[in-house]
């Protein structure tokens, strides 16, 4: 009884686990669907602010040749180019002139289209009628729908046979007329599972989530929007910019080890 009672929430715990990583899987398929476009701009930006910034690290070792310079300026070159295209794809908010150029976040010139992307995705992976089945039937709260679903079957079945019912009565007795209406409710309950399935087209086109979701984020605004994705990238923009950082220094030590060879 007692190692029963240690294993039960061990087990909830194991499953806790598992939908966590199975829904952080998820959400990290919805975040590259949503940012390869943006690969491609941070590989580019990787290439002019590196030259850009090269030609400054150029001019530091001409005036002062330290070696230790050379790591050290790499660092810095890959550190900022990262940080700085990492923030060029959400800044600025609002379109912006600058000599002739217009700049906007990339994210924020695309907000119709990444909305699409978005609601595309967390419908059609996540929040699918299938999965909002599941979670209703057999999710913690699915005794609730069960009672609810008893009550509902309970009325209906009342409402169904109420010109009929005292003839009922009076045939099989208030016990065995009462205990065929929860007999109904206990086979629509066991029956419910096996055929929702059909349902899940026509709930699909009624509930419409992909096309409400999409709306309601092309209506946001700029900062709203933003505040809707940006966070998500956030926790992993540290580790995308220190990564340029590092391959910057290594790239300074493999000059250094070239320049005094």
Same mark, same amino acid.
């Given at each position: 009884?007692?190692?029963?009672? /240690?294993?039960?929430?061990?087990?909830?715990?194991?499953?806790?686990?598992?939908?966590?990583?199975? !829904?952080?899987?998820?959400?990290?398929?919805?975040?590259?669907?949503?940012?390869i476009q943006e690969f491609g701009f941070i590989r580019r930006s990787g290439f002019y602010f590196g030259f850009l910034f090269g030609l400054v690290q150029m001019a530091v070792w001409f005036v002062y040749d330290a070696s230790w310079t050379l790591p050290f300026c790499g660092f810095m070159v890959g550190w900022i180019t990262n940080w700085l295209a990492l923030k060029l794809i959400f800044r600025p908010l609002r379109p912006i002139k600058v000599c002739g150029f217009t700049l906007h976040g990339l994210f924020l010139k695309r907000q119709a289209?990444?909305?699409?992307?978005?609601?595309?995705?967390?419908?059609?992976?996540?929040?699918?009628?299938?999965?909002?089945?599941?979670?209703?039937?057999? !999710?913690?709260?699915?005794?609730?729908?069960?009672?609810?679903?008893?009550?509902?079957?309970?009325?209906?079945?009342?409402?169904?046979?109420?010109?009929?019912?005292?003839?009922?009565?009076?045939?099989?007795?208030?016990?065995?007329?009462?205990?065929?209406?929860?007999?109904?409710?206990?086979?629509? /309950?066991?029956?419910?599972?096996?055929?929702?399935?059909?349902?899940?087209?026509?709930?699909?086109?009624?509930?419409?989530?992909?096309?409400?979701?999409?709306?309601?984020?092309?209506?946001?605004?700029?900062?709203?929007?933003?505040?809707?994705?940006?966070?998500?990238?956030?926790?992993?923009?540290?580790?995308? /910019?220190?990564?340029?950082?590092?391959? !910057?220094?290594?790239?300074?030590?493999?000059?250094?080890?070239?320049?005094?060879?």
């Amino acid at each position: 009884m007692c190692s029963q009672s /240690i294993f039960v929430p061990y087990a909830s715990y194991v499953r806790i686990l598992l939908i966590a990583f199975v !829904g952080f899987i998820l959400f990290v398929f919805v975040l590259l669907c949503l940012i390869i476009q943006e690969f491609g701009f941070i590989r580019r930006s990787g290439f002019y602010f590196g030259f850009l910034f090269g030609l400054v690290q150029m001019a530091v070792w001409f005036v002062y040749d330290a070696s230790w310079t050379l790591p050290f300026c790499g660092f810095m070159v890959g550190w900022i180019t990262n940080w700085l295209a990492l923030k060029l794809i959400f800044r600025p908010l609002r379109p912006i002139k600058v000599c002739g150029f217009t700049l906007h976040g990339l994210f924020l010139k695309r907000q119709a289209e990444v909305a699409a992307t978005y609601a595309r995705v967390i419908i059609t992976e996540i929040l699918h009628v299938q999965a909002i089945w599941d979670a209703i039937l057999t !999710g913690p709260l699915s005794k609730n729908f069960h009672a609810m679903l008893r009550a509902h079957t309970l009325a209906f079945t009342e409402k169904l046979v109420a010109e009929l019912q005292p003839v009922a009565v009076a045939a099989m007795g208030y016990d065995q007329f009462a205990q065929m209406k929860e007999d109904i409710a206990l086979k629509v /309950i066991e029956r419910l599972p096996t055929i929702i399935d059909r349902s899940y087209e026509y709930t699909q086109n009624a509930l419409d989530m992909e096309n409400t979701l999409r709306t309601k984020m092309e209506e946001l605004s700029p900062e709203d929007f933003e505040g809707v994705l940006h966070p998500a990238f956030e926790q992993d923009e540290i580790e995308l /910019i220190a990564l340029g950082g590092a391959l !910057g220094l290594a790239v300074g030590f493999i000059q250094i080890s070239t320049l005094y060879a």
